[in-house]
């Protein structure tokens, strides 16, 4: 974080010859051209002020932004009078014309041509506030060379002689071109009189130096400037501060900065108090040295003050306290300033909202926007936003559609809102839900702009949805958006999907047509279209259409592609030459083209090359996706290797049936278990009794437990509804051996697991009982208790106590998050629950 922000660095206290020389507005539009002559730059001839005198000095730091301006201001006032004795106003509008040409005549000038020929006919018409002007200009344009010529003039000039207003003008056109002309600076200072400095010119000087980082020199200064008998201001100090305060090597200690802060507050001069700008340095200043405590004190002296904080004291003020680790303490500070009529506005709590993101607290921050409306501060869209981006980077999908309607009830949500609501369903997979949104925006009369045009596009690309990506594409052309080359790749690509490949390349070629290059993205979605389908003779077009016509180079997803349309269109050779070519491009291979070369080897059927890349797969990446291991399952499958005996059988069986149960296809894994059971792969998997009824996992993978579980339930379920004998306990054995023993058993995966599975199941049936930390039974009396509530429910189309149906797969180009969905599958975390009380002689013979 730069020791200075952006407000600060632009505040009127210390860049005071950006206030000296005002730029005219920046738009997102860029900048006007002139359609020629003078009026080109009308914006930069603001006059500066004339009226205030002495007393504005005396009020220049009562209030935050007061400044340089005041100064600026005050130096004008000073010299009026004797701008009108020598040099006549003249007429506005004439006036303006002169400096126009005043500034193209020097503009045009050579470097020995005489600049008083330039000012000949306009003598006599010129002020010296029009001069200002002119230098503004030369500022904005970095010309200091005409800057000093056309001072050297006037100082030879009775007529237009230089006064303090522009002398401080000179030195800040000189100040901003770097410690060189520093000495230039001190020159034109020294030809200003004694008697003729006030703080306008010392500060302009001090600002200089504390623009090149001379923190020291600029401090010497001010110290001269008290000893010369020129009272300094707020804007003086404050300049003093931040070069002080932007100090690194070595930097200030922060002692230093609060004891200009002390000569501040104790200044009997009213000038001189401390205002916004000089708290929002030393905020700035104690949150990169991460002093918290500082921080604190701070705050409350400028309330205590009556300097109410703005969104840059509060961001800092966030930011000293996240860096020492205690975010928790702001908003206690922040409640403690709502009971005592201070309440923080809106971007303190969306600052420190945003704090707790940054760490991922998910938690915290959904306290702040509840602290927030406890403290009677409406929320914005903003906050609500950076809360909806949170739950959103984290697969929190129900809680982001909560989180939506809640919004709906509180403050419209805006264009932004509904952006980040589209890319957050468009990374979960939600392809569809976003197009829904999209149609809710326009009913509910929120304006879509070309961001979320092409997030739309994407989501409907990424999903396949080309129906709705022409009318997303028809309205943008209906409200007259021509469409970027990002939303017509969207539309190619959702067209790949549906192998429409004459109307994905028709697609791309209306990119052309509206004078909307494609790049490098849309080359890539239509070559991945051809990929899919095998058809690398139009991949292999398209690349070289784009190399030798669009001049653009293939870049690592182009490698994929044509390896992708190599591998399904049977050219293994080629595959593996374009995965080396990439490799000799200096394009780092990721899982995809790693997995791009093995499916080739695969289909080859060549089982050492598919290891030894496998074996690359698994040192590259942290964890190979279930795609590489389908391709490994089905080259040892065809090549016999799954007869190796029951060891391997067994951990294929669990491989399998764990990734069947995350994916939610809980009637496939159902029969697959059903496969193992008649292999003999688990013979202890079933045992029945009078006394028990058990079913033990202890040798399966966590998925393949929760499977053989909910089958087991099932069971369960249709003996009690055909009113067999109960045994005394039933019983779900998770470990064996010594571990039966330990304590800490619950806390393991499969116990851990199984135990919350059978209790969000059953509702508390089942407990770990005291003599065998290795089971998990559920005793005769409740079994009982099921038995009557199956009875009473007669009439019911239950089928069983676990539902065994088949999710939809996850849709092509999404993101998959299992982590709402583990209360359903099992993995929530353990309840703290005390042990259900058994008699050890009861239950030890069973």
């Not at 932004?416 to 589209?422: D, G, P, S």
């Not at 799954?642 to 995350?662: I, K, Q």
Request: with cysteine; aromatic share 8%; net charge negative.
């Amino acid at each position: 974080m730069a020791l200075v922000s952006t407000a600060t660095v632009a505040s009127s206290s210390y860049h005071c010859d950006l206030l000296l020389f005002p730029a005219a507005r920046r738009s997102w539009r860029g900048p006007r051209r002139s359609r020629g002559g003078a009026g080109a730059r009308l914006a930069v001839l603001e006059r500066a002020g004339a009226g205030g005198g002495l007393a504005v000095l005396e009020r220049a730091g009562g209030g935050s932004g007061a400044g340089l301006a005041a100064l600026e201001r005050a130096g004008a006032a000073a010299a009026a009078a004797r701008r009108e004795e020598v040099v006549p106003a003249g007429n506005g509008r004439s006036s303006s014309y002169e400096v126009e040409s005043l500034i193209d005549r020097l503009s045009n000038l050579p470097p020995r041509g005489s600049i008083a020929r330039c000012l000949e006919t306009a003598r006599h018409r010129l002020t010296l506030q029009d001069f200002a002007a002119v230098y503004r200009e030369f500022s904005r344009r970095g010309d200091w060379q005409r800057s000093l010529r056309l001072f050297k003039y006037m100082q030879r000039q009775s007529w237009c002689r230089p006064d303090e207003h522009i002398h401080a003008i000179v030195i800040g056109v000189l100040g901003r071109q770097g410690p060189a002309l520093l000495d230039k600076c001190l020159e034109v200072f020294h030809d200003l009189p004694a008697e003729s400095r006030t703080a306008l010119s010392y500060t302009s000087l001090i600002a200089a130096y504390a623009r090149n980082a001379l923190h020291e020199e600029a401090r010497a200064l001010l110290d001269q400037m008290k000893a010369a008998g020129v009272a300094p201001t707020a804007a003086t100090y404050n300049t003093v501060l931040a070069a002080c305060a932007r100090a690194t090597d070595p930097p200030v200690p922060f002692d230093m900065l609060l004891g200009l802060f002390a000569e501040m507050r104790h200044d009997v001069s009213p000038s001189v108090r401390p205002d916004l700008t000089t708290y929002n340095t030393l905020l700035v200043a104690a949150a990169v040295r991460s002093l918290a405590d500082q921080s604190e004190m701070l705050l409350r002296t400028m309330l205590e003050a009556g300097v109410s904080p703005d969104t840059v004291s509060y961001r800092h003020i966030v930011d000293a306290f996240a860096s020492a680790a205690n975010l928790s303490h702001v908003a206690e500070l922040f409640s403690e300033m709502a009971a005592t009529g201070h309440t923080p506005d809106s971007s303190a709590y969306l600052g420190l909202m945003e704090a707790y993101t940054r760490v991922g607290a998910t938690a915290e921050a959904v306290a702040v926007l509840r602290q927030m409306q406890a403290d009677g501060c409406m929320p914005t869209a903003a906050t609500y936003r950076v809360l909806l981006d949170l739950y959103g980077r984290q697969g929190r999908f129900d809680g982001v559609r909560e989180l939506f309607r809640e919004m709906r009830t509180a403050v419209p949500p805006d264009t932004a809102t509904y952006n980040v609501l589209f890319r957050v369903f468009g990374d979960g997979g939600f392809f569809k839900e976003v197009v829904e949104l999209f149609h809710d925006m326009l009913e509910t009369g929120v304006e879509p702009d070309m961001v979320t045009c092409e997030n739309v596009m994407a989501a409907c690309g990424r999903g396949g949805l080309h129906e709705d990506a022409r009318e997303v594409l028809e309205y943008m052309t209906r409200e007259g958006m021509v469409p970027t080359a990002g939303a017509y790749t969207g539309l190619v690509e959702a067209l790949g999907h549906a192998a429409m490949y004459e109307e994905a390349y028709v697609a791309f070629n209306m990119m052309t047509e509206i004078d909307s290059l494609p790049t490098i993205e849309a080359y890539n979605a239509l070559a991945n279209a051809y990929a899919k389908g095998g058809l690398f003779q139009e991949a292999e077009a398209i690349f070289s259409r784009m190399t030798n016509n669009a001049g653009i180079q293939k870049n690592k997803d182009s490698f994929d592609a044509l390896i992708e349309a190599y591998c399904q269109g049977s050219q293994l050779d080629d595959a593996v030459k374009a995965y080396m070519e990439m490799r000799k491009s200096r394009f780092n291979p990721d899982g995809r083209s790693l997995e791009g070369v093995l499916n080739a080897y695969c289909i080859a059927g060549v089982v050492d090359e598919s290891k030894e890349q496998f074996e690359e797969l698994q040192s590259s990446v942290t964890l190979p996706s279930i795609i590489a291991y389908c391709m490994m399952l089905s080259l040892y499958a065809r090549n016999d290797s799954t007869l190796e005996g029951c060891d391997y059988s067994l951990r294929f069986f669990n491989a399998l049936l764990d990734v069947l149960w995350w994916f939610g296809q809980k009637a496939r894994a159902a029969r697959v278990l059903e496969q193992a059971v008649k292999f003999r792969l688990f013979p202890e998997l079933y045992r029945d009794t009078k006394l028990v009824w058990s079913l033990d996992v202890h040798r399966m993978s966590v998925g393949g437990a929760l499977v053989a579980v909910s089958v087991w339930l099932n069971k369960l379920y249709d003996r009690l509804k055909g009113d067999e004998d109960l045994p005394q306990l039933v019983s779900v054995v998770v470990l064996r051996g010594e571990m039966e023993k330990s304590t800490i058993t619950r806390g393991l995966p499969t116990a851990k697991v199984v135990y919350s599975f059978l209790n969000d199941t059953l509702s508390a049936s089942f407990h770990f009982p005291k003599w065998n930390k290795g089971r998990i039974i559920c005793l005769k009396s409740q079994l009982k208790k099921l038995q009557s509530a199956i009875d009473s429910s007669n009439g019911s189309a239950t089928a069983g106590f676990v539902p065994m149906t088949n999710s939809h797969l996850p849709s092509p180009g999404s993101k998959i998050y299992t982590r709402e969905a583990q209360v359903d599958n099992g993995t929530a975390h353990l309840p703290d629950e005390p042990l259900v009380e058994e008699k050890e002689s009861e239950l030890l013979p069973l």
